[in-house]
């Protein structure tokens, strides 16, 4: 039979699959294992034109050839080649008992698990899982782990933003540093802690400190010992005012540390610091936008990190610069974005994150004095361990998953009773546990919102019709986003950074993605544009006072309006006569020519609001979130009316996203109602059994 009579026979709505990468998404798998597999196993691929034209395959012989590899005497491990049954003989009974655990948390969360399944991948690839903490709440795991796997350290949210450490053995969990700061979280005027590294000899940890300056935060490297009663920290560098020092990694004789430092003028500056005095050597300069990730080899003599090759290039490589900065190379080039993970203990190879089979995966490049060996090896699919928490002298990988629930939804409220006209939906069905922000556009027609891809926490602005439900994702040139809303003219207003690290406030159009530079300033808080375009009101992140300032966009001026905002979020009347804030326990309302204004409502302590406050399109009243007095975990939407009539409450409660972090949204109809439901923790894992020996002959 010829290839065209393949092709010709072929069920209709099923095109060949043309090249190794198409063939290999098809399986699941990348390039050199489905050419593996033509070679040991049968796979039926062909080729046009003779055996030295290009391939492609029938997705229906595929089919059929990797059904009657299931259903062979044996299962899939008696077909499966010679070279890949050894890995398979490593699948131990505490690694079917984590795939039952893993089952039982998909159960319970649903989607929200993302990779959907990468537990059961790595029993199917000889590796063993383990969750040594299931649930870590206001934990975020800018840590590491010991080198015996005994202790991990993480920042305590709920305690402050302190330090703290963690026996896995025992769950005991200890607090190491004080704040002092009296509230809970980070931010502007709070000292806290960042990220932090456990020493090779397991007692000391280096970890990064922020606190006021003059100049901004400056976050210097800090030193504490891990065993015996408390002390206070040794400062080991503190940099200039308003620069940002982030330990990395340690050097294994324990003296000195790799650090990345953001300047002032916004590059990021790879650096090593000795312990013992302080001293800092600059090694290497990357824009801002690169934000690097730093490891050191097991023998000191290299650091590894990623960056872009060039401007032009978006997708990250990895390079390898010597200790002393005299050279570099690059070891790991693609076409695919690429990041450190760690280093295995004996050096010889390098772990990382890639995205080049068409999914997130972790691989590892076999590395001999500073050189390359032979290609990467995929250690597992459909698995992003982010930055990780070390390597353990075991060959054990530490890292966390962040688990959400959070999900976008669409209520629609009658706003003068309080009655649902239509209960709670969700409608975004991707990305499930990353999308938040949700914002209506000025017409109604369409909703815009922000969603996390990735690890790295970078964001997609989405457009989604409310007619159709049909979604697209809106090309933009910003390094980061944190503030999302629409402009009368139909323009999408972002706040967040460029590529270079300059914060402000941009203009993206919502049919093409261009993105324009509208005021760049760091400073700017809680931005509010009036209705005629000509003004953002927003307060000052280096003011203590809660002052609000209005800065006009036609000559830059800048006028402090009097009173007392409370130095928290405030929204504009739609008729841009009055600011409502949000004291804690009360809701007030400020002329915008200033003043301190007057209490429209009040609650107690146990009944707080929320951080934000929206206007009802008419501007007849103000809806809130209200902390439930029996259940916490809850929140109630209240709507206040401006007149002074009594509140309402609503039927609408859910669990609020990270607190009630995320703002929401009213319908230009007054009626519908957008919202982020849904809180997240974090889980620790550990990932054994890692054989790259055995994973490069399986390889080859």
Known sequence: MTDRDHQQNQPAGEAPLQGWKEIAAYLGRDARTAQRWEASAGLPVRRHGGSAGSVYANPGELKSWRASRRTKPGG?????????????????????????????????????????????????????TELVWPKALGVSPQGSVSHDGKLVTYVDWWDEGNLAIRNLGTGENRRLTHTANGVSGGGAGLSYASNSRISPDGKQVVYSWAHPSPAGETGELRLLPLDGDPTEPRTIWSPADGSWASVQDWFPDGERVAAVVTTLDKTQQIVTVSLADGQVRQIRSVEWAERPVVRVSPDGRYLAYSRTPSREITERDIFLVAADGQSESAIVKHAASDEVVAWSPDGGHLLFNSDRSGQPGLWAQQVDQGMVVGEPILIIPNLDVGSGMGVTRDGTLHYSVRVSRRRLKLAEIDMKTGKLLRQPINPIDRFVGGNSRGVFSPDGDELAYLSERGSWRRHAIVIRSLATGEERDLPHQLSRIWGLSWHPDGRLRIQGSNQKGQGGFFGVDADTGETKSIVLSRDMGTPVWTPDGKHILHWNDQDAHGSVHSYSLADGSVETIPGDFGNTRFSLSPDGSQIATIHGTEIRLHPVEGGDGRVLGSTDERRRFGRWTVWTPDGKALVVLKRDANQTELRTLW??????????????????????????????????VVYAAGGYFMQFWALHDLSFEQREQAAE
């Not at 010679?82 to 989607?111: H, T």
């Open 76 to 128: 899939e491990a008696a077909s499966t080649p010679a070279r890949e049954q050894p890995r398979r003989r490593l699948i131990s009974a505490l690694a079917v008992v984590g795939v039952v655990v893993v089952a039982l948390l998909v159960i319970r969360f649903g989607p929200v698990l993302n990779p959907p399944s990468p537990i059961a991948q790595a029993a199917a690839d000889g590796l063993r």
């Open 639 to 672: 709507i206040v009316p401006v007149d002074g009539s009594p509140p309402i409450e609503t039927e609408l409660r859910h669990e609020p996203a990270n607190a009630g972090a995320y703002p929401f949204d009213i319908h230009p109809d007054g009626r519908r």
